[in-house]
């Protein structure tokens, strides 16, 4: 098992620091040894069946058993536990795991394509198809940099560009798979996952996203306190984590695409002041937005 942190909380540097926040397995029975840091972290998880066949039990609110055969990818949420419940003799897997925070960097605005399949559709299995083999052997050849002497100076930027290809393609599958809309379609219009679409389409739509719980549980027509246990019941997270991320999104976009000042961007987003902007910011991204913007800059 090999895992790499790709954020950074040293402003100095504001170097990618690679040891806990990307997880590469090769072997089923580094599982256990991989819940250790799967406690202490959420984790998105994909699991590549090579050969042979593999069943996970799934927990979460319920449990449920997922199967993949040789070809196929397993995909799962944060706040989800794996248990092997069956392995046929002749299994290879290889099993990525990478944390919330990554994920939304590499996929921005396509996350979304990636919540309502995880979380509304629940659709945990993609047939992987030839681009899976190739991404394979990339992620082999990108992973195994990583214990090279003398370090690859550019390291962490080639994992960043691995995972952004991995999960666009995924979410690519996700599409052709669910539809272009990746749409629930069945789900009743009362019930809590219809009501957590909403959630996640409003948030979308919103130029201004901070924006008390309240506000948009009005917009929805329903308690700050019924949005809650929906969100948390559904995927795991409070709404006010939802708008948080979402918050972060648009400033990350803002800083890495647009040449607006700290002070412009915070106006454009609703925040009071930029004072209390590079507080947020910092709070959630470990570093200034200036020292940021300057990362993207230099990798660039």
């Not at 540097?13 to 040891?19: I, M, Y």
């Not at 949420?77 to 248990?83: A, D, S």
């Not at 409003?202 to 996203?209: A, D, P, Y």
């Not at 991320?245 to 930029?274: A, C, W």
Request: one cysteine or more; aromatic letters at 10%; hydrophobic letters at 40%.
């Amino acid at each position: 098992m090999e895992h790499y942190d790709i954020w950074s909380r040293n402003e100095e540097d504001a170097q990618f620091n690679l040891s806990e926040e990307v997880l590469f397995i090769e072997d089923l029975r580094d599982i256990p040894r991989a819940y250790e840091h799967i406690r202490r972290l959420d984790y998105n998880i994909l699991v590549h069946c090579l050969a042979g066949r593999v069943e996970l039990e799934v927990s979460g609110d319920g449990s449920k058993k997922v199967s993949a055969h040789d070809g196929q990818v397993l995909l799962f949420p944060t706040n989800k536990l794996l248990k092997p419940m069956m392995v046929s003799t002749d299994v290879k897997v290889s099993i990525l795991l990478v944390s919330d925070k990554v994920l939304h960097r590499v996929l921005g605005p396509q996350i979304d394509i990636w919540n309502r399949a995880m979380f509304l559709n629940e659709t945990y299995v993609i047939d992987g198809g030839t681009w899976i083999n190739g991404v394979q052997g990339y992620a082999e050849a990108v992973f195994s940099c990583g214990g090279m002497e003398p370090p690859i100076h550019m390291f962490p930027d080639i994992v960043f560009s691995f995972l952004r290809t991995l999960f666009l393609m995924v979410c690519e599958a996700l599409v052709r798979q669910i539809g272009s809309n990746v749409s629930l379609g069945v789900v009743s219009p009362h019930g809590e996952r219809y009501i957590f679409d909403r959630f996640l389409t409003q948030l979308s739509k919103e130029h201004n996203k901070r924006q008390p719980v309240s506000y948009y549980a009005s917009v929805l027509h329903i308690t700050p306190k019924y949005l809650s246990t929906v969100c948390k019941h559904v995927s795991g997270k409070s709404p006010s984590r939802w708008i948080t991320e979402r918050v972060m999104d648009d400033i990350y976009e803002q800083l890495r695409n647009t040449s607006l000042s700290v002070k412009e961007i915070s106006h454009k987003l609703g925040f009071p002041n930029s004072s209390f902007f590079g507080q947020y910011f910092r709070e959630e991204a470990g570093m200034t937005p200036l020292a940021y913007r300057n990362k993207i800059t230099m990798g660039q």
